[in-house]
């Protein structure tokens, strides 16, 4: 892919117009909006701060009308979510417990080799649990693709062959934030991920978590559960190597080096890119190019700022 940028949230002080002329990008806009679920289309402000029309291509919408015709499609993809539910459950009890044995050996005063050969294994624990789940996310979502994908269904096919024309019209995609998961389903299920990788994309929060290869959800203090940061989804795999973090400065306890180097070594090779208001990434043929705004989290602990590697 040529150039594919990611943002932070748009709502308080959205960056889009500003990162695309950075970016030398303009002309016709399409938008994938399916996050927003019942409020997909709602394009009034993103058209206003573009300053031009902006054409959703409606795939929740789409989505809710294939479903209403293909009730055997609809059943199979209620079956699929429902396996994906039971195993994001079963996967959180052993994060609980692996997490905890990291998070205690990170505490702990002691720094000698023994606790420190310890934590290694508490990490290396982590990654293939991680691993192991996001191998069974994407058998799931193969077995679903490869009985009810657009091959074969007829209904999908003419979605598809309708949706790349609105693509491949289009100088810009953009993909905004919402519900990671319903995003990531539409997108799947229509199967545009060739398609998308012919043009410039502009995404934004959960718009940009869908094109990594691993959706990571964080909270470290949320108002109830454990605050575990615990894989979710496989991405679209877009952009190799990076886990973007949404409002991060709210979600991430950036005082707590302890929680903050875990993260980032047990993502690792992965780096972990921070997206707040006003930050923005932009990445060209699958390297970052420039970085404004956005941290990366550090092995150490610390923040640093996002380097290009282009």
Same mark, same amino acid.
């Given at each position: 892919?040529?150039?594919?940028?990611? *943002?932070?949230?748009?709502?308080?002080?959205?960056?889009?117009?500003?990162? *695309?002329?950075?970016?030398?990008?303009?002309?016709?806009?399409?938008?994938?909006?399916?996050?927003?679920?019942?409020? =997909?289309? @709602? *394009?009034?402000?993103?058209? @206003?701060?573009?300053?031009?029309? !902006?054409?959703?291509?409606?795939?929740?919408?789409?989505? =809710?009308? %294939?479903?209403?015709?293909?009730?055997?499609?609809?059943?199979?993809?209620?079956?699929?979510?429902?396996?994906?539910?039971?195993?994001?459950?079963?996967?959180?009890?052993?994060?609980?417990?692996?997490?905890?044995?990291?998070?205690?050996?990170?505490?702990?005063?002691?720094?000698?080799?023994?606790?420190?050969?310890?934590?290694?294994?508490?990490?290396?624990?982590?990654?293939?649990?991680?691993?192991?789940?996001?191998?069974?996310?994407?058998?799931?979502?193969?077995?679903?693709? +490869?009985?009810?994908?657009?091959?074969?269904?007829?209904? /999908?096919?003419?979605?598809?062959?309708?949706?790349?024309?609105?693509?491949?019209?289009? +100088? %810009?995609?953009?993909?905004?934030?919402?519900? %990671?998961? !319903?995003? /990531?389903?539409?997108?799947?299920?229509?199967?545009?991920?060739?398609?998308?990788?012919?043009?410039?994309? !502009?995404?934004?929060?959960?718009?940009?978590?869908?094109?990594?290869?691993?959706? !990571?959800?964080?909270?470290?203090?949320?108002?109830?559960?454990?605050?575990?940061?615990?894989?979710?989804?496989?991405?679209?795999?877009?952009?190799?190597?990076?886990?973007?973090?949404?409002?991060? +400065?709210?979600?991430?306890?950036?005082?707590?080096?302890?929680?903050?180097?875990?993260?980032?070594?047990?993502?690792?090779?992965?780096?972990?890119?921070?997206?707040?208001?006003?930050?923005?990434?932009?990445?060209?043929?699958?390297?970052?190019?420039?970085?404004?705004?956005?941290?990366? *989290?550090?092995?150490?602990?610390?923040?640093?700022?996002? %380097?290009?590697?282009?």
């Amino acid at each position: 892919m040529e150039d594919l940028l990611t *943002l932070g949230p748009q709502f308080r002080a959205p960056n889009l117009r500003e990162a *695309l002329g950075r970016a030398s990008l303009g002309g016709p806009v399409i938008a994938i909006t399916a996050g927003w679920q019942e409020r =997909e289309a @709602e *394009l009034g402000a993103l058209e @206003e701060h573009l300053g031009q029309p !902006v054409r959703d291509l409606r795939l929740y919408e789409r989505a =809710e009308a %294939v479903f209403a015709q293909d009730g055997e499609l609809q059943a199979a993809y209620r079956s699929r979510q429902n396996d994906l539910r039971q195993l994001q459950d079963l996967y959180r009890v052993r994060l609980d417990h692996a997490k905890a044995a990291a998070r205690e050996l990170f505490q702990a005063p002691d720094d000698s080799p023994l606790v420190r050969k310890a934590r290694r294994s508490a990490i290396a624990a982590l990654r293939r649990l991680d691993a192991e789940h996001l191998r069974e996310i994407r058998t799931l979502h193969g077995r679903f693709e +490869a009985s009810w994908g657009a091959g074969q269904r007829p209904i /999908l096919a003419h979605q598809l062959a309708d949706l790349e024309q609105l693509i491949a019209a289009a +100088a %810009v995609v953009c993909i905004a934030g919402g519900h %990671v998961a !319903v995003l /990531l389903n539409r997108l799947r299920l229509f199967g545009l991920g060739h398609a998308l990788r012919t043009r410039p994309i !502009v995404a934004w929060s959960a718009g940009a978590m869908a094109l990594a290869e691993r959706v !990571v959800l964080f909270h470290d203090h949320p108002p109830q559960g454990a605050g575990n940061a615990e894989l979710f989804e496989a991405g679209l795999g877009f952009v190799r190597d990076a886990v973007f973090l949404p409002h991060a +400065a709210t979600r991430l306890a950036a005082r707590d080096p302890q929680r903050v180097a875990l993260l980032a070594r047990r993502m690792a090779p992965a780096l972990c890119y921070t997206l707040d208001d006003g930050d923005a990434l932009h990445w060209r043929r699958g390297r970052l190019a420039a970085a404004a705004g956005s941290q990366r *989290l550090t092995r150490s602990g610390r923040f640093a700022s996002a %380097v290009p590697t282009a």
